[in-house]
């Protein structure tokens, strides 16, 4: 493990799998090449991407960017992204966070709560007591206030601060990264990398 650190964009949608995002997959690319970004992560919303649209998609961005696909999933205890679930086999609609944390366990994937305390005091509260990877700390969807909750939440669980830009227009595309260690080529290195819990720097 060497060197250079790769800057991550964690969370990112695009249209059509999340219907509320204006950018298409190949616009978001562009603007993460253009953000100096070096690996984007797409995360619809429950939503698993093909991985043949993945390979396309990269073959077209070519060499400046590696691209990957997680899943943000959204169950009874608000939002959560995953990386390295295959299918959406298990998941279910009113599922509490503690049964999708159980799947993503069984499957070796990285889960990380996605802007916690937006929705409710006691989802992000809830987060104390879940076997998660990481804390979504701040992103284009966060409040200063929920931002100092989610940070108190990370350092007392001394969990890796995740920045990732919850991008659903061209212009919030990599404005926040998550700096990672190399290599991230593929979706279990990622998992890998999310997993040593680095505690990662904002950049901006
Ligand atoms: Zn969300
Ligand atoms: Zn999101």
Not at 107 to 114: E, M, Y
Request: net charge neutral; with cysteine.
């Amino acid at each position: 493990m060497s060197g250079k650190l790769l800057k991550v964009d964690l969370h990112v949608h695009t249209r059509p799998y999340s219907p509320c995002s204006t950018i298409s997959p190949h616009e978001a690319i562009k603007a993460a090449i253009e953000a100096e970004i070096d690996v984007l992560v797409f995360t619809d919303h429950d939503t698993i991407w093909p991985g043949r649209e993945i390979e396309e998609l990269q073959k077209w961005a070519g060499p400046a960017l590696r691209l990957l696909s997680g899943i943000e999933v959204s169950c009874l205890g608000g939002h959560f992204l995953v990386y390295g679930l295959e299918s959406l086999k298990g998941l279910h609609y009113n599922m509490t966070a503690a049964e999708l944390i159980s799947i993503v366990r069984r499957h070796s994937a990285a889960v990380v709560v996605a802007h916690p305390f937006r929705f409710s005091m006691e989802d992000g509260n809830a987060c104390y007591n879940l076997d998660i990877d990481g804390v979504e700390v701040d992103s284009s969807n966060t409040t200063p206030s929920n931002r100092a909750l989610a940070g108190k939440l990370a350092e007392k669980r001394n969990l890796p601060r995740i920045y990732a830009s919850d991008a659903h227009s061209r212009r919030d595309v990599g404005r926040y990264h998550t700096l990672l260690p190399q290599p991230i080529n593929t979706i279990s290195d990622l998992v890998h990398s999310i997993r040593q819990g680095i505690r990662n720097l904002r950049q901006d």
